[in-house]
Nanobody, 125 residues
Framework: QVQLVESGGGLVQAGDSLRLSCVVS????????TGWFRQSLGKERGFVAA????????YYADSVKGRFTISRDNAKNTVYLQMNGLKPEGTTHYYC??????????????????WGQGTQVTGSS
């Protein structure tokens, strides 16, 4: 069993930067992937970024490409999402996810078995 705990959300203005963290504990992951998804009220959970555990290939939604970066610190068992040039609209929950098996459809949330509780990012006017 893998446990994921996110942190780093907060109140942001347009153009701000924020770094989200996801501490991974429990069963060691040697394959598969970790990812970040986000969800706003009334909308489906959408893909943001993912990183394959083996090899380190990264994938991004078109809407965040060039502004967001997913990375991993093995020593701290932590996955990060660096978000620059934020365009916050209301409140969005960001979720960290992990899957220990190889995923083909890495942008599909149903392919992941483990999810964190989420961290909230709220835009301020």
């Amino acid at each position: 069993q893998v446990q994921l705990v996110e942190s780093g959300g907060g109140l942001v203005q347009a153009g701000d930067s924020l770094r989200l963290s996801c501490v991974v504990s429990g069963r060691a992951i040697s394959d598969g992937a970790t990812g970040w998804f986000r969800q706003s009220l009334g909308k489906e959970r959408g893909f943001v970024a993912a990183r394959r555990w083996s090899g380190g290939n990264t994938y991004y939604a078109d809407s965040v490409k060039g502004r967001f970066t997913i990375s991993r610190d093995n020593a701290k068992n932590t996955v990060y999402l660096q978000m620059n040039g934020l365009k916050p609209e209301g409140t969005t929950h960001y979720y960290c996810t992990a899957e220990g098996r190889i995923i083909v459809s890495i942008r599909t949330p149903s392919r992941y078995n483990c999810w964190g509780q989420g961290t909230q990012v709220t835009g301020s006017s």
